[in-house]
T-cell receptor
Framework: QKEVEQDPGPLSVPEGAIVSLNCTYSNSAFQYFMWYRQYSRKGPELLMYTYSSGNKEDGRFTAQVDKSSKYISLFIRDSQPSDSATYLCAMRGSSSNDYKLSFGAGTTVTVRA | ETGVTQTPRHLVMGMTNKKSLKCEQHLGHNAMYWYKQSAKKPLELMFVYSLEERVENNSVPSRFSPECPNSSHLFLHLHTLQPEDSALYLC??????????FGNGTRLTVT
């Protein structure tokens, strides 16, 4: 079983739709959860960063963490063509010596104008 | 403009060549990383340096050799690579326990 599972898609939605992305994981020690966006021919850029369970909202983006289900989600409201990218989830434990991030394989999203 | 700069952006090399990838961060971070990104696979951590000391070496073949001369610079020396080493190589930096900031990568093709 992979440590982090993420549906690779591709996911295609019309402009203005809500995009829903998710990851499941197996390691109950994970405490920090991240979503990265990666445009073609670019490196990943940090979108959202959350600790433990709960919701976090930033503009059109909402990140949710459900540690009891080992499930995290990213929602994009009022999606735009500029949101077309690959979205990567990532997570790690809470130890100060824990440098290793575990990544999902990424979901490719296309928002159609 | 990213705070993490990688050069070159593209590299084509034969299996007998020696080349180096360079990374520079302008963010004042104390840790630097090399990741390998292959199509449809999760990012694979290769090496981590914290305060210029290697703290993680993720069972990477010896044909990849990292070097961290100071907290702002990181190199990946490549020697006798195989075609399956073709991938996007990403450099990242961070402060301790903070999210990673990535460069735009070097697209490596081994012929």
């Amino acid at each position: 079983q992979k440590e982090v599972e993420q549906d690779p898609g591709p996911l295609s939605v019309p402009e203005g739709a809500i995009v829903s992305l998710n990851c499941t994981y197996s390691n109950s020690a994970f405490q920090y959860f991240m979503w990265y966006r990666q445009y073609s021919r670019k490196g990943p850029e940090l979108l959202m960063y959350t600790y433990s369970s709960g919701n976090k909202e930033d503009g059109r983006f909402t990140a949710q963490v459900d540690k009891s289900s080992k499930y995290i989600s990213l929602f994009i409201r009022d999606s735009q063509p500029s949101d077309s990218a690959t979205y990567l989830c990532a997570m790690r434990g809470s130890s100060s010596n824990d440098y290793k991030l575990s990544f999902g394989a990424g979901t490719t999203v296309t928002v159609r104008a | 403009e990213t705070g993490v700069t990688q050069t070159p952006r593209h590299l084509v090399m034969g299996m007998t060549n020696k080349k180096s990838l360079k990374c520079e961060q302008h963010l004042g971070h104390n840790a630097m990383y090399w990741y390998k990104q292959s199509a449809k696979k999760p990012l694979e951590l290769m090496f981590v340096y914290s305060l210029e000391e290697r703290v993680e070496n993720n069972s990477v073949p010896s044909r990849f050799s990292p070097e961290c001369p100071n907290s702002s610079h990181l190199f990946l020396h490549l020697h006798t690579l195989q075609p399956e080493d073709s991938a996007l190589y990403l450099c990242a930096s961070s402060r301790t326990n903070s999210p990673l900031h990535f460069g735009n990568g070097t697209r490596l093709t081994v012929t």
